[in-house]
Nanobody, 114 residues
Framework: QVQLVESGGGLAQSGGSLRLSCVGS????????MDWYRQAPGKERELVAR????????YYSTSVNGRFTGSRDNDKNTLYLQMNSLKPEDTALYYC???????WGQGTQVTVSS
């Protein structure tokens, strides 16, 4: 079974931090670039970070500036998103994604209070 499972979401205060994880299975994890997306109610789905398969290059949306850091551990089949200096506008359902496989996780909710 090919799947992605996100975890680590929750409630944070403005200025706080969260670390999201995404575990992949059913495919050769290290061969694929992966993304983090988010979607808030009533808004379009937004790409926030892309982490290439080698793990040495990470591309970020300008909307998160320098607050978020994507990384991966290919030996653990895990993608990470470290989110710092959280703002209420970061509140969304966060998904990991394998674009070449058109594979999505179920999402993990991040809620940031003011």
């Amino acid at each position: 079974q090919v799947q992605l499972v996100e975890s680590g979401g929750g409630l944070a205060q403005s200025g706080g931090s969260l670390r999201l994880s995404c575990v992949g299975s059913g495919f050769t994890f290290r061969d694929y670039a992966m993304d983090w997306y988010r979607q808030a109610p009533g808004k379009e789905r937004e790409l926030v970070a892309r982490i290439v398969s080698a793990g040495s290059s990470v591309y970020y949306s300008t909307s998160v500036n320098g607050r978020f850091t994507g990384s991966r551990d290919n030996d653990k089949n895990t993608l990470y998103l470290q989110m710092n200096s959280l703002k209420p506008e970061d509140t969304a359902l966060y998904y990991c994604h394998v674009p070449s496989l058109k594979l999505w996780g179920q999402g993990t909710q991040v809620t940031v209070s003011s």
